[in-house]
């Protein structure tokens, strides 16, 4: 929902965003431009396009300016960490093309968020050189793939780096990083040359660890919680490595130790490739339990059911928990008989949450609570390739069915999503999608009992930003940090070119806003109207019903569909403000069901207001109608549409009182539901 500036001056709540982190050494505040948003958006000064006071779904955005903040040529902003002094770490990506880098560098940036100061952090090789060439020229910086903090004193990070060029040669084995250590001295951090390992040096700890060139291949990280070993995903030839990394009593050097590590199969007519690696945090020793996302591809690169499998870390070394496991949920691609799993993550009390996945499209997002169905999906002593589900077609799907605790189906009506991040003190779980939209919920209780709260969807509004072509975008999942904020980075980036320099951006999102959303400021000027977008709701509640795929399914009693800006005049939200909303809907694709749903807001001025809908019917409905329960009135308005968008006015005024109110609204009855809406309309007579 959105307070669209429509016919003058736009109004809008002032919200505090805390500032993630506490104050370390030369931390300083800087004065703020104005009130922070629910959406804050870092870059680079007049880099912010047509984004103004609110996102595309109406929650309030601000736009922050950070001196010199910036990417080298050829690198973009990714995954983002949290570090242990409130300091966040963003990867730095080189923007390939078919197997080439576009930059020289490989880097890391940290973003202190209180004194809104960046630096860039070049990664070394083994020698000091901070760019890199092949013996031929060519560019070949590598690209940060996994990051976890270590803590410790000097709030030391762990990172490692896939390199660019599949065969450098043998001085780039001697001396360009797989795996370093970013730590602080002060103010500044840095990743010095002796905290930093090639694939060479790594193999000279245990010799024979990397003869099959698998330490060039490190991706993501996860720490495993009891322990602090670490686990990384391995992409040639796909695998899993445990490794410890150690700070040297009394010097700022690191060490490393390599560990168990576990091959996954080669298999006719199929390549498979760990994508993440993610830790169960309530494992223990002995115990400690981690989740890998493989993609799966036919020869000739052609997309196949992504899996997940489950592991555990013991004194015998790492074993399989479950064989590789899709949700079971029918495709209707021949070529993709069933849905796979895309994104993964445990919550805080161990739930597995995971994301469906059929090339750019969702679906539900499932849930795993332990000693459920989950515990039933044990290895059967077959061979790793033999589990193959066989489709209605007879094609075949590597990974077999293992039916979810739980089904959330609102992430039916979103496309696929590239990460899930958790807020560990509050059992929010946010969905960040690959168009830029977040899905959030909070959970409550555990097991069987668990209960779902719904947080108001959001567009984080990429689409407002420049889009120079032929750059392209997109996010990488972040993480939840001081003050409930979730941090995203997005990017730019133009892979066809060397250096090429694009935008990259932090985004910060206030997450108690989306489960307490703030009123929206209704205009009292005459003549000003007020668009009140139905995803600003304060109504989270769900249905638990039984499940299609999973044992329960989880129905929003505010379900939302995503709406685009087109076709003109006729599209939902079509309104002449670029960028996508949201509009409450069912499920199934059909009008709402009836129940009430409540919005807060705020009137300036008491008086008489005229109400418009922007609604939908189908052509079927003719009978549907919308309830308002506002300041104790009550109006009923008829909204059959013939299964187009329209803008349909309430009969008369409704008087509103000066103050806090809250809009309710519902079918009168259940013969008269079934409309879709997209915003409230508000203006002073």
Excluded at 291 to 303: E, F, M, R, S
Aim: aromatic residues 6%.
């Amino acid at each position: 929902m959105r307070v669209r500036r429509l016919c003058g001056v736009l109004l809008c709540g002032a919200l505090v965003l805390a500032a993630a982190g506490s104050r370390g050494p030369g931390r300083v505040a800087v004065p703020e431009e104005g009130p922070p948003g629910t959406v804050t958006v870092y870059g680079r000064a007049g880099a912010f396009g047509s984004l103004g006071t609110t996102v595309p779904s109406g929650q309030t955005a601000s736009t922050r300016a950070v001196p010199g903040w910036g990417f080298p040529p050829g690198v973009m902003a990714g995954r983002v960490i949290g570090a242990g002094d409130g300091t966040l770490v963003v990867a730095g990506v080189t923007q390939s093309w078919e197997g080439r880098s576009r930059s020289a560098q490989t880097v890391l940036t940290t973003f202190d968020p209180v004194a809104r100061r960046s630096t860039t952090v070049r990664v070394p090789t083994t020698t000091g050189e901070t760019s890199v060439r092949t013996p031929a020229g060519a560019l070949a910086g590598g690209s940060v793939r996994g990051l976890v903090a270590l803590g410790g004193p000097d709030d030391a990070v762990a990172f490692t780096v896939r390199r660019s060029v599949a065969d450098p040669g043998p001085a780039a084995e001697r001396t360009w990083p797989v795996l370093g250590v970013l730590t602080r001295d002060g103010p500044q951090w840095t990743v010095r040359p002796e905290n930093v390992r090639s694939a060479a040096g790594i193999d000279a700890l245990d010799p024979g660890t990397c003869a099959d060139g698998s330490c060039a291949a490190f991706g993501d990280l996860a720490a495993l919680p009891a322990s602090g070993r670490l686990v990384a995903a391995v992409a040639d030839p796909p695998g899993l490595r445990v490794m410890r990394v150690e700070r040297q009593p009394g010097s700022g050097d690191y060490v490393v130790r390599m560990g168990a590590h576990y091959p996954f199969p080669r298999m006719e007519g199929l390549r498979v490739a760990p994508r993440e690696v993610h830790a169960d945090p309530t494992g223990v020793e002995g115990d400690e339990r981690f989740v890998v996302g493989l993609d799966v591809t036919a020869p000739d690169g052609t997309p196949r059911a992504p899996v997940l499998q489950a592991f555990t870390l013991s004194g015998e070394g790492i074993r399989p928990t479950t064989p590789p496991l899709i949700p079971g949920t029918r495709s209707d691609k021949k070529e993709l008989p069933f849905v796979g799993y895309g994104a993964l993550r445990y919550d805080r009390d161990g739930n597995l949450w995971a994301a469906r996945h059929s090339n750019l499209n969702g679906g539900s997002l499932a849930l795993y609570f332990p000693g459920g169905n989950l515990a039933a999906c044990r290895p059967d002593g077959r061979p790793a390739g033999d589990y193959r589900t066989r489709g209605a077609d007879g094609a075949q799907t590597w990974g077999v069915a293992c039916r979810p605790d739980f089904d959330l189906v609102q992430a039916n009506r979103l496309v696929g999503m590239t990460g899930l991040i958790p807020d560990p003190d509050t059992g929010v779980m946010v969905a960040l999608t690959l168009t830029g939209t977040l899905m959030s919920v909070r959970v409550s209780g555990h097991g069987p009992g668990m209960t779902f709260r719904m947080g108001t969807p959001v567009d984080l509004g990429r689409v407002l930003l420049p889009q120079p072509t032929p750059l392209t975008g997109d996010s990488w999942p972040g993480v939840v940090a001081a003050g409930h904020t979730l941090w995203i980075a997005a990017y730019q980036g133009d892979g066809s070119r060397d250096e090429v320099t694009g935008d990259q951006y932090l985004y910060a999102v206030r997450l108690s806003d989306l489960f307490d959303p703030p009123p929206v400021p209704l205009s009292g000027l005459p003549g000003q109207e007020t668009v009140v977008q139905l995803e600003r709701t304060r109504t989270g509640t769900t249905r638990l019903r039984a499940g299609v795929d999973a044992t329960v399914d989880v129905d929003p009693d505010a379900y939302f569909g995503h709406c685009a800006p087109w076709p003109a005049e006729t599209g939902c939200g079509y309104d002449g403000v670029p960028g996508n909303d949201f509009i409450l809907i069912d499920d199934t694709g059909f009008g709402h069901q009836g129940g009430p749903i409540e919005i807060p807001v705020h009137v300036a001025v008491a008086g008489r207001y005229r109400v418009v809908y922007r609604v939908w019917t189908f052509e079927n409905v003719p009978n549907a109608a919308v309830r308002l329960e506002v300041a104790g009135s009550t109006v009923v308005t008829p909204v059959n549409t013939n299964g187009l968008w329209r803008i349909v006015a309430v009969p008369g005024t409704v008087d509103l009182p000066a103050g806090p109110q809250v809009l309710r609204l519902s079918a009168p009855s259940p013969a008269r539901r079934g409309w879709g809406m997209s915003w409230i309309g508000f203006q002073r007579a």
